[in-house]
């Protein structure tokens, strides 16, 4: 909650093993990482804003999760609580991240020339391309925390920044609390329009208090590059089109970022980054990049293939449904995207889809023809 | 207990606090310092009016009496809880409401709320409880059964009687506001003062986090068992955290007085049976709460409770009385009568669907219950009850026989 410390010193009035919570049929990272010990460690620590033990764990508390998949179970209220709770962020960062240690430096690199291809990928196949990541701006607590003030600085800040783009940037902002009707139905008909969270995942972290204030979405005149203003992130940023041409998406997406920060820098307010954990978001599962870059592809034979959740594995790629995270494939239609996020590149990440998504097309074309694929399945990346 | 925890905390000492449970001073004073000052700071960089929600598209009762300059002298307060009016308001603003229904939209998160913040409880509350003024006026307090008159109804019409209250414990956060220890020390207590409970009251208690698939089955079935609150009116304050730590059910062996831990409130008292026979159970419901209150002050607490507000709940929508005393009865032909709704305005009655508030009627059996909380005493809410109950299902017998039936005249709100 904001400035206030959430009652946080009254609490530590009683003992730890009273205020330590239940989380014996819990399944998330959090959950695996925070005992009694560890809790009585660092309860009466809070950032800087008041964030404090308790608040970044509560969406965990409240979504014991799933045997089959784990989540994270905790968020980040501001910059500092990635320091002041590195106890229990650091394991949970690690055992999300494939080992990720304190020490590790992660790289930024988002110079799409280094990208190699990508601007092959077969349409017929390959239906649209995407690449999305977030960013946060220092100065401001995260969504989980942030008050209406800040939330409508980020957005005032914002605004100005994305109307000043030109060119092929060149577009408008929608706030989603004065959005007409027709508005608001164009944006549905594009699949652009974000919604109130009803994740609980979301709503018990406090991100989606105050709905629909500051919130909003602008998009460029051509309906390329959108971004997304305090949904999950303080920004949200897309680029996507039709077809296969990743590379194209990608110069778009660099371009774009890099004028957008550039504008933010000028007005104080650069964005939240540092060489260990890259990018700061919100949740700790989209450190680094925070980048998922990723297309619908058509992969009807290779999907029901017994070796393909193992072919993903290998390429470090991951599959969701047509509608994002937690759905379903609809005729064959997946979503394939990296499923790495932290210790390795934005270039580094987006080259693992170009290539990955291009040895599958390949191989859904041979077992169309009948043929076996075996000979094809790739080392571990 | 109660007591020691109020004085430890009371006034913001809080560095006295940390160092007495071991952080080190020198560490405690430099995390404080630093937050404190940082709060400072972004407080004047964010002025109230920085933070003011934009209401206008809501219609509540927090939303109509909220003004910039209220909020304006009371968004840098706290309790000694540390609870705000931002917490207190936060459900109101996430909740815009809906044209026909005006909901409350606060809640308190302790009972210092209801006085720090004042000046924007007051006027909920004088909206929300027919112009009662808590600066002005004194809420009476009567739990005496044996005042109620012809509190036994014609069971070829009422199929049931129900009495609920809620009591809070005083010294521990409500439940927007509590921590997991605070809602633990609420079970704690009631669970022990339940089981003292002898005789016919005597009962057993079903922690919701232990709760066996058979046990849940056979409280479902029963119609007692509460289920985490899906309703956003409830989520967006707060009171959901932790779900199912330190909730559960208490009931008697014959089931009909019961008790919920750590719902919406600290607890949920509620006394009930089949029939007609309201007297009987608000006869069985305030010996239940008076033994209840008796065996949590022989340990060294109480509820809360003044002369102005009554009984201290979460929701100010249910102070006073926090009553809500009603009967399942069949009214076929009354219901669809077009004087059925100002008739019940008259009475001071309210209409609900079988299955609780916010449902829709079932056939032709409504839930008929009192409007009102604050204001008016037990005795004279359940003899308002009773009365009207009377007087509806004399007008449907007079239907039934095709006469013809009278609005009555309405009853005043309550005595100055």
Request: proline letters at 5%; hydrophobic letters at 35%.
């Amino acid at each position: 909650m904001p400035f206030g410390n959430t009652h946080n010193n009254f609490k530590l009035n009683y003992k730890v093993e009273d205020e330590f919570p239940d989380l014996s049929k819990h399944n998330n990272h959090m959950a695996k990482v925070l005992t009694k010990e560890l809790y009585g460690k660092i309860r009466d620590r809070q950032t800087p804003s008041g964030y404090t033990l308790d608040d970044v764990i509560q969406t965990g508390v409240d979504n014991p999760g799933h045997p089959f998949i784990m989540t994270v179970g905790c968020v980040a209220g501001d910059e500092e609580s990635y320091e002041v709770f590195k106890d229990l962020l650091d394991p949970i960062i690690s055992d999300r991240h494939g080992g990720y240690k304190p020490t590790d430096k992660h790289v930024t690199d988002l110079n799409f020339e280094n990208l190699k291809g990508g601007d092959d990928l077969d349409p017929a196949y390959v239906l649209s391309s995407r690449v999305r990541t977030g960013r946060s701006i220092k100065g401001f607590t995260l969504p989980p925390h942030n008050s209406r003030g800040e939330r409508r600085g980020i957005e005032k800040l914002s605004v100005e920044a994305l109307t000043s783009l030109d060119g092929e940037f060149k577009g408008k902002y929608y706030p989603l609390k004065s959005m007409t009707d027709a508005e608001q139905d164009q944006l549905i008909n594009d699949h652009f329009l974000f919604d109130k969270p009803v994740s609980p995942l979301l709503t018990c972290a406090g991100m989606a208090r105050d709905w629909p204030d500051g919130r909003g979405i602008m998009h460029n005149d051509n309906k390329t590059f959108l971004v997304w203003v305090n949904e999950e992130d303080h920004l949200r940023v897309i680029s996507m089109q039709q077809g296969g041409n990743m590379r194209e998406v990608f110069k778009r997406f660099c371009v774009g970022l890099q004028k957008i920060e550039e504008i933010f820098k000028k007005h104080g307010h650069g964005f939240m980054w540092n060489e260990h954990l890259g990018y700061i978001l919100t949740c700790p599962s989209n450190l680094g990049t925070g980048l998922r870059g990723g297309v619908h592809v058509k992969l009807p034979k290779l999907s029901v293939h017994a070796k393909f959740d193992e072919i993903l594995g290998r390429l470090r790629l991951q599959k969701r449904g047509t509608g994002g995270v937690d759905t379903a494939s609809v005729g064959g239609v997946f979503d394939i995207s990296n499923a790495d996020r932290l210790g390795s590149s934005e270039v580094a990440q987006v080259q693992l889809v170009v290539d990955g998504v291009k040895l599958m097309v390949e191989m859904e074309k041979k077992l169309e023809k009948g043929e076996a694929i075996d000979s094809m399945i790739p080392a571990q990346k | 207990m109660a007591n020691s925890f109020t004085r430890m905390i009371s006034g913001r000492n809080t560095a006295v606090i940390l160092a007495s449970v071991g952080a080190g001073s020198l560490t405690s004073g430099y995390l404080l310092c630093d937050s404190t000052a940082n709060a400072a700071e972004r407080r004047k960089l964010y002025p109230p009016s920085a933070d003011f929600p934009d209401l206008r598209k809501h219609n509540n009762c927090m939303a109509a009496a909220l003004t910039p300059t209220i909020y304006g002298h009371l968004r840098d307060k706290t309790t000694s809880n540390e609870w705000t009016v931002d917490q207190c308001i936060q459900t109101g603003v996430d909740n815009p409401g809906h044209p026909f229904i005006k909901t409350v939209g606060m809640v308190a998160g302790d009972e210092e709320s209801y006085e720090l913040f004042a000046e924007l409880f007051d006027p909920v509350i004088k909206d929300r409880h027919n112009g009662y003024d808590p600066r002005t006026m004194k809420h009476p307090t009567d739990l005496d059964a044996s005042k109620i008159t012809s509190g036994m109804f014609d069971e070829r019409y009422v199929l049931s009687s129900r009495v609920r209250t809620g009591r809070s414990i005083r010294g521990l956060s409500l439940p927007p506001a509590c921590s997991r220890s605070e809602r633990r020390e609420v079970e704690r207590v009631c669970v022990t003062a339940l089981s003292g409970l002898k005789g016919d009251l005597a009962g057993r208690y079903y922690s919701l986090g232990d709760m066996s698939d058979r046990e849940q089955q056979h409280l479902i079935d029963e119609h007692l068992l509460f289920d985490k609150p899906v309703s956003p009116l409830l989520t967006a304050s707060g009171m959901a955290r932790d779900w199912p730590d330190a909730r559960g059910i208490w009931h008697n062996n014959e089931k009909n007085f019961l008790l919920w831990i750590n719902e919406e409130d600290h607890t949920r008292i509620i006394s009930m049976e089949k029939g007609g026979n309201m007297k009987r159970v608000f006869e069985r419901f305030c010996r239940g709460l008076k033994q209840v209150e008796h065996l949590i002050q022989e340990r060294g607490w109480e509820f809360m409770w003044n002369d102005r507000l009554g009984y201290i709940l979460t929701c100010p929508s249910n102070l006073g009385t926090g009553l809500r005393a009603g009967v399942h009865v069949r009214l076929p032909m009354l219901s669809r009568d077009p004087r059925f709704k100002k008739i019940l305005e008259n009475l001071r009655l309210q209409k609900r669907g079988t299955g609780g508030v916010d449902t829709a009627a079932t056939g032709d059996t409504v839930d008929i219950s009192n409007h009102d909380r604050l204001g008016k005493s037990e005795v004279e809410l359940v003899q308002l009850v009773v009365d009207g109950v009377n007087y509806l299902i004399e007008c449907e017998k007079r239907l039934e026989r095709g006469q013809d039936i009278k609005i009555p005249s309405p009853i005043p709100q309550f005595r100055k």
